[in-house]
């Protein structure tokens, strides 16, 4: 059985070594919620407000 996703705010750009993933600051990004729990205990994220949701939304692709 696939793991729940959760939807991440990327606090700061990281590289998660084992799974080989780029994760770029500022984004929102659906992760596996081990993977969140680990990550948010690192710092690395935290649950994306609705602040966060309209901001992502605004910046242009790049």
Do not use: C, H, W
């Amino acid at each position: 059985m696939a793991e729940k996703k959760k939807d991440a705010f990327i606090i700061r750009s990281f590289n998660d070594a084992g799974t080989n993933q780029a994760f770029e600051a500022g984004t929102i990004e659906s992760i596996e919620e081990g993977s969140f729990l680990n990550y948010r205990a690192a710092g690395l994220v935290r649950e994306p407000t609705a602040a966060d949701r309209a901001n992502v939304a605004k910046k242009p692709a790049a």
